[in-house]
């Protein structure tokens, strides 16, 4: 079976994946980042579809003379007035110069971001307006840009492989959405959202206040604007840990989760509580899986990893 792309994942030479239906052989080898799909001729060439092989089930099958959808671009976040092009929003704040960032904070719609820092993106440090705050709305501005991008492209084609992160807001969950489990009438599903410059791991519910919760340095954070993942769990499954995770041992590749600040990976974990079973994040370095619950985080020994079949 041919894997599917999936960002934060080093490629190397001969590497072949599976990305929107189609196969890909890798030109140059990188770890792959959300900004550079397959589909960017100077990194990977597109196999031949004559021979697909066996993909699992999930691939999209199109007619010979399907005609791909046109590239979306996200409207602009409230308060933008000078354009933002695609390769500049890959750098990070600090690589540009005074000049640019002072007509991004005025015309960029950075002034509006801060706002919605505070309210819908779950800013941890609430303080006067720094240059940390700059750089944590270019972040967050951009992680909303490109997450809008992929629910519209989901949106018109539907799932694109066992697990797919799409942008959510509020309560109304996705059909699909993977679930973990009940927790006394109400379901909970696998959900991940900036903060503090990192991207958490957390859990949804259409009974929280805005829709999902993320724990983050010891406490339960209520965000309205997050990722939720979607997906089959045919193509999935949950694999034993415990304790600082090793990811060799798990015998099978871990889905994409989220990011600690300093950029090292955090993978999603469930674990049991109190009587449920939690969405949450392990890593590493940490002693076990940690779930948001009951206003704070709780560390639980023993977890269980979601990874792909293959």
């Not at 980042?33 to 990977?44: E, G, V």
């Not at 308060?79 to 390769?87: R, S, Y």
């Not at 505070?118 to 800013?123: I, S």
């Amino acid at each position: 079976m041919t894997p599917y792309w999936e960002p934060g994942t080093p490629y190397g030479p001969g590497a072949v994946v599976t990305y929107e239906g189609h196969r890909y052989k890798i030109i140059q080898p990188h770890t792959s980042q959300t900004d550079w799909p397959p589909t960017i001729p100077s990194l990977w060439g597109r196999l031949s579809d004559e021979d697909p092989g066996d993909w699992g089930g999930y691939e999209k099958q199109h007619p010979a003379n399907h005609q791909p959808a046109p590239e979306y671009h996200p409207p602009p976040p409230e308060g933008q007035q000078v354009e933002i092009p695609h390769e500049e929003r890959k750098q990070h704040w600090y690589d540009l110069d005074d000049k640019r960032k002072t007509e991004l904070e005025v015309g960029g719609g950075l002034l509006a971001g801060l706002g919605l820092l505070g309210a819908g993106y779950a800013m941890y440090k609430h303080h006067e307006k720094s240059e940390e705050d700059a750089t944590d709305t270019w972040a967050v501005q951009n992680w909303v840009h490109d997450g809008e991008a992929r629910r519209i492209e989901y949106g018109k084609r539907g799932p694109q492989g066992p697990a797919q992160w799409i942008l959510n807001r509020g309560k109304d969950i996705p059909a699909n959405a993977i679930v973990v489990g009940p927790e006394h009438d109400w379901m909970l599903w696998i959900c991940r959202a900036y903060i503090d410059g990192t991207l958490q791991i957390g859990k949804a519910s259409n009974v929280f206040q805005k829709g999902a919760v993320i724990g983050y340095e010891g406490k339960e954070h209520q965000i309205d604007t997050y990722e939720i993942l979607v997906g089959d769990m045919h193509g999935l499954q949950w694999v034993d840990a415990s304790g600082h995770l090793n990811v060799e041992n798990l015998g099978l590749r871990p889905v994409e989760g989220g990011r600690d600040k300093d950029g090292s990976p955090l993978y999603i974990a469930e674990a049991p509580h109190n009587g449920a079973t939690h969405p949450g994040v392990a890593s590493p370095k940490l002693d076990g899986a940690l779930i948001p619950y009951g206003g704070k985080q709780v560390q639980v020994h023993n977890y269980r990893i979601l990874c792909y079949n293959y």
